[in-house]
T-cell receptor, first 118, second 114 residues
Framework: GAVVSQHPSRVICKSGTSVKIECRSLDFQATTMFWYRQFPKKSLMLMATSNEGSKATYEQGVEKDKFLINHASLTLSTLTVTSAHPEDSSFYIC??????????????FGQGTRLTVV | AQSVTQLDSHVSVSEGTPVLLRCNYSSSYSPSLFWYVQHPNKGLQLLLKYTSAATLVKGINGFEAEFKKSETSFHLTKPSAHMSDAAEYFCVVSANFGNEKLTFGTGTRLTIIP
């Protein structure tokens, strides 16, 4: 099956620094990638949708200047958390689809990144 | 508009007994429905999906779910629980035959008692 790899799986950073998380589709071309945030004991909240070569579409309430998303190629999307604060600590998960939308094709999920800001 | 309600935040069953995880949905029309499983600190794995074909859907690891439009339900079942089934399970809906973004339920934690 399709494989999505997320890196790093775990990162600890100091307040005020920036952290980059990578999401790669290893064996297919991901037209669309999705970034989610999962709070402890909570569900996944969609942060943004990115299409290769165009600007990401952010969900309401998500700060686009804080969570920078780049989808420069059909196999790589990155999420950069800028000027991180402890409240940004969370589990971030990406998913990828080879169709413009999720129509009839499940999105393939990465293994997630645990971000801790100290 | 679409939403998902997982009726139980936590379910405990003994190994070898049946599993029932309940999910009700709301969707403007023609929903696609999914069940995902998440093991601790891992990503999500698709168990099964309903996309307007057969209402009884069989998935991986012996799981199945039945789409009941009259009850707006999509409950997940398994005849006999294994220890490896212990995980978090998410019911997910996408309206318009899956053309809309995924909306996740709040999850059900399944615990298996030896």
């Amino acid at each position: 099956g399709a494989v999505v790899s997320q890196h790093p799986s775990r990162v600890i950073c100091k307040s005020g620094t920036s952290v980059k998380i990578e999401c790669r589709s290893l064996d297919f071309q991901a037209t669309t990638m999705f970034w989610y945030r999962q709070f402890p004991k909570k569900s996944l909240m969609l942060m943004a949708t990115s299409n290769e070569g165009s600007k990401a579409t952010y969900e309401q309430g998500v700060e686009k200047d804080k969570f920078l998303i780049n989808h420069a190629s059909l196999t790589l999307s990155t999420l950069t958390v800028t000027s991180a604060h402890p409240e940004d600590s969370s589990f971030y998960i990406c998913s990828a689809s080879f169709l413009p939308q999720v129509f009839l094709a499940e999105a393939f999920f990465g293994q997630g990144t645990r971000l801790t800001v100290v | 508009a679409q939403s998902v309600t997982q009726l139980d935040s936590h379910v405990s069953v003994s190994e070898g007994t049946p599993v029932l995880l309940r999910c009700n949905y709301s969707s403007s029309y023609s929903p696609s429905l999914f069940w995902y499983v998440q093991h601790p600190n891992k990503g999500l794995q698709l168990l099964l999906k309903y996309t307007s074909a057969a209402t009884l859907v069989k998935g991986i690891n012996g799981f199945e779910a039945e789409f009941k439009k009259s009850e707006t339900s999509f409950h997940l079942t398994k005849p006999s629980a294994h220890m490896s089934d212990a995980a978090e399970y998410f019911c997910v809906v996408s309206a318009n035959f899956g053309n809309e973004k995924l909306t996740f339920g709040t999850g059900t934690r399944l615990t298996i008692i030896p």
